[in-house]
């Protein structure tokens, strides 16, 4: 019990306590979440994912291993969200913010303290990788498939182009594949940019607090929280022994897809007008329910 109570109060009360500072500078200043979408979206998140690539210490095969493991499940889930919210007869916008929040984690400022905490350094690295993974396709897949909400599936897909967080991948693939070193005066300004994700994600997330509804909204809410907390750690714990994760990968591989949905999903509802008062309730009861389905999961891990 203790071990638990230090688990909360070290990785978990921080991000309460950040997301809280939003909003109560939103409600104080009436301050509108949008413009801080836009930077988290735009500049700071495809600065961590530059930087994350590019000092990972894992093998390319390895690496490889865990993208190719989380990319896959993330489209089953979304691929189960989908037919279950046809399912339901989800209206279209209601469908494509079920799915995003389903089908996306809080892979990183959630996921990656608490997997630090619980299994150390070595299964961090592989945490990194997959949250590098659930970054980029939250940021590319996901935006065509918010945009989806509102646009057809042809104009959905040419946002992909205006995504900057592909540049970043490209970018640090090259970087690895060629041996480029990044210039120190580079390499700082990406690293500070970067580390303002985090804390801007649970920022905004707070201010999205503000906009919560949760009126007749039940079955949509219960779907995506249903699937996010328990349908995909179930599936990620068959598709880890059928993929050949072990040790550390499968600890990593496991405990990152039962995390809550992800903060990003509310920049991603907020950016392409995707319910996101829907898609942020969804973000708040999966994240305070979560302990509820990640402790046993940690203990049988172990």
């Known amino acids: 019990m203790i071990g638990l109570l230090q688990l909360f109060l070290n990785n978990l009360l921080p991000i309460f306590l950040t997301a809280g500072a939003g909003y109560l500078v939103g409600r104080l200043l009436d301050i509108n979440p949008r413009p801080v979408s836009q930077l988290t979206f735009y500049i700071f998140t495809p ?7 590019v ?11 865990m993208f190719g493991f989380a990319s896959l499940l993330m489209v089953v889930v979304g691929l189960i969200a989908w037919l279950v919210g046809r399912l339901q007869r989800f209206d279209r916008r209601t469908q494509a913010a079920v799915v995003i929040a389903s089908m996306f984690m809080n892979a990183g400022n959630f996921g990656l303290p608490v997997i630090l905490f619980a299994f150390g350094e070595a299964t961090l690295s592989y945490a990194s990788v997959f949250f590098v993974t659930s970054a980029v396709l ?18 959905a897909a040419l946002n992909l182009v205006k995504l900057p967080t592909l540049y970043a991948l ?19 300004t990406s690293k500070l940019l970067g580390d303002a994700a985090i804390p801007g994600m649970a920022i905004m997330l707070g201010m999205q607090f503000l906009h919560s509804n949760w009126s007749f909204r039940t079955a949509p809410l219960v779907t995506a929280g249903a699937l996010r907390l328990v349908a995909a750690p179930l599936l ?20 990152e897809a039962a995390m809550p949905s992800a903060v990003l999903n509310s920049v991603l509802a907020t950016e392409f007008d995707l319910d996101p008062a829907f898609v942020t309730a969804v973000i708040l009861a999966s994240t305070l329910l979560s302990p509820l389905t990640l402790t046993p999961l940690m203990a049988i891990l172990s």
């Open 47 to 53: 600065c961590l994912i530059f930087n994350l690539l």
């Open 55 to 65: 000092h990972s210490q894992l093998r390319g095969g390895e690496v490889a291993q």
């Open 138 to 155: 939250n940021t590319s897949l996901g935006a065509v498939i918010a945009s989806t909400g509102s646009l057809s599936l042809r104009q």
């Open 170 to 188: 490209i970018l640090a693939l090259l970087v690895l594949g060629l041996g480029w070193k990044v210039p120190l005066p580079l390499e700082r």
């Open 236 to 255: 990620a714990v068959g598709m880890s022994l059928a993929w050949g994760l072990r040790g550390p990968a499968l600890q990593a591989g496991v405990l």
